[in-house]
T-cell receptor, first 114, second 114 residues
Framework: SQQGEEDPQALSIQEGENATMNCSYK?????LQWYRQNSGRGLVHLILIRSNEREKHSGRLRVTLDTSKKSSSLLITASRAADTASYFC??????????????FGKGTLLTVNP | EPEVTQTPSHQVTQMGQEVILRCVPI?????FYWYRQILGQKVEFLVS????????KSEIFDDQFSVERPDGSNFTLKIRSTKLEDSAMYFC????????????FGAGTRLSVL
């Protein structure tokens, strides 16, 4: 089993629609983050939610965290073609020590059609 | 805006050759990381580095791998004798002391081992 599994693996929507991606994880965490990766590029941090938080907003992004279910969701509202990218959840902490390595999921490929 | 820079963007090498991947983290950051992403797969942690020493390494980071911070700005990953399976995108990341583990990633180096 793997830490940080996103679903769906791929999501195709029309511009203006909302996109929801889910992430599940296995071990206890300190924080859960979402990163975005444009094709062939590096990872860009989007939003971080702490283990004691349930919901976080940043612009058109809304993240929820349910530690009892070890799951998180990322909602992108009013999507734009420029939101087309892969989205990864990443977890850190728990019993992993203080160096805070990130454990990534496999990602959701979001395609927003104009 | 400060960013992590990685060079080269693409490195082609023959199997068995040594390669050095270079990274310049953000200047006031103290924690440094290398991750890799094999094509189509998830981003995997390799090693973390703090206070001039390795703080954690993964199973992938075997004796063929080493990291160094030769001066105050560069952070390098060396692979002594490359294998075909080392072909991947290698990402450098850094973070400061207080950012709740928000890691800033470079654009990556694509390593192709022939």
């Amino acid at each position: 089993s793997q830490q940080g599994e996103e679903d769906p693996q791929a999501l195709s929507i029309q511009e203006g629609e909302n996109a929801t991606m889910n992430c599940s994880y296995k071990t206890s965490i300190n924080n859960l983050q979402w990163y975005r990766q444009n094709s062939g590029r590096g990872l860009v941090h989007l939003i971080l939610i702490r283990s004691n938080e349930r919901e976080k907003h940043s612009g058109r992004l809304r993240v929820t965290l349910d530690t009892s279910k070890k799951s998180s969701s990322l909602l992108i509202t009013a999507s734009r073609a420029a939101d087309t990218a892969s989205y990864f959840c990443a977890t850190d902490g728990g019993s992993g020590g203080s160096n805070y390595k990130l454990t990534f999921g496999k990602g959701t490929l979001l395609t927003v059609n104009p | 805006e400060p960013e992590v820079t990685q060079t080269p963007s693409h490195q082609v090498t023959q199997m068995g050759q040594e390669v050095i991947l270079r990274c310049v983290p953000i200047s006031n950051h103290l924690y440094f990381y290398w991750y890799r992403q094999i094509l189509g797969q998830k981003v995997e942690f390799l090693v973390s580095f703090y206070n001039n020493e390795i703080s954690e390494k993964s199973e992938i980071f075997d004796d063929q791998f080493s990291v160094e911070r030769p001066d105050g700005s560069n952070f390098t990953l060396k692979i002594r004798s490359t294998k075909l399976e080392d072909s991947a995108m290698y990402f450098c990341a850094s973070r400061d002391r207080v950012s709740k583990n928000i890691q800033y990633f470079g654009a990556g180096t694509r390593l192709s081992v022939l």
